[in-house]
């Protein structure tokens, strides 16, 4: 009876080890991918509006980043950090948009304060965008991970980077945008 209620211990203890092992592994879409598409409520500099990725592309190259919170440390780190660079993204025809699960009350008042009034915050709350892009935060529900995606004119994903840190999203998102201007921008 004993070694049974061990053997059941056991079992239970690495079928929940697999269970959180899994919900950390990236399912993130790849370089290659095609962009789901998608239109949003969004804010720019306190002014809603509906953002269509569609016709942002037709622009050019979109550097579309996801996170988990509005006003929480990282993501305030990060949208200051993106805030920042956003003049350099236009010098090579890219533009920028932030995508997480909170209202657009709350988008609004972040995209005055923390992105600066440089670039829109998009609303998610039903989770449409971050499921389609496989953006979820593994195991804390609705939240997004922090993952950015640098997509193509043509609606290909050339670009993915995966990390809690909010450190590297802008300057690993800027240098595929120059990869790709290099490539592509006529001179």
């Given at each position: 009876?004993?070694?049974n209620?061990m053997s059941?211990?056991?079992?239970?203890?690495?079928?929940a080890?697999?269970?959180?092992?899994?919900?950390?592994?990236?399912?993130?879409?790849?370089?290659?991918?095609a962009?789901?598409?998608f239109?949003?409520q969004?804010?720019l500099?306190?002014?809603?509006?509906t953002?269509?990725l569609?016709?942002?592309?037709?622009?050019?190259p979109v550097?579309?980043?996801?996170?988990?919170?509005?006003?929480?440390?990282?993501?305030?780190?990060?949208?200051?950090?993106?805030?920042?660079a956003?003049?350099?993204?236009?010098?090579?025809g890219a533009?920028?948009?932030?995508?997480?699960?909170d209202?657009i009350g709350?988008?609004?008042?972040?995209?005055?304060?923390?992105?600066?009034?440089?670039?829109?915050?998009?609303?998610?709350?039903d989770r449409?965008?971050?499921?389609?892009?496989?953006?979820?935060m593994?195991?804390?529900?609705?939240?997004?991970?922090?993952v950015?995606?640098?997509i193509?004119?043509?609606?290909?994903?050339?670009?993915?980077?995966?990390?809690?840190?909010?450190?590297?999203?802008?300057?690993?998102?800027l240098?595929?945008?120059?990869?790709w201007?290099?490539?592509?921008?006529?001179?």
């Open positions: 009876m004993k070694r209620f059941l211990v056991l079992a239970g203890c690495l079928s080890g697999l269970v959180l092992h899994a919900g950390t592994a990236s399912a993130t879409l790849k370089p290659g991918d962009a789901p598409d239109t949003a969004a804010s500099g306190g002014n809603t509006y953002y269509s569609a016709d942002a592309l037709k622009k050019g550097v579309l980043y996801f996170y988990p919170a509005a006003f929480t440390k990282g993501c305030t780190i990060e949208a200051h950090e993106f805030a920042e956003v003049d350099e993204y236009k010098k090579y533009t920028v948009i932030g995508v997480s699960h209202n709350t988008l609004t008042k972040f995209s005055v304060s923390e992105c600066r009034n440089k670039f829109p915050v998009a609303a998610d709350e449409k965008i971050i499921d389609e892009y496989d953006a979820g593994p195991m804390r529900m609705p939240m997004a991970n922090r950015s995606y640098v193509s004119p043509d609606g290909k994903i050339i670009y993915e980077y995966t990390s809690l840190s909010p450190d590297k999203h802008v300057e690993n998102t240098k595929a945008v120059k990869d201007a290099a490539t592509h921008r006529q001179p």
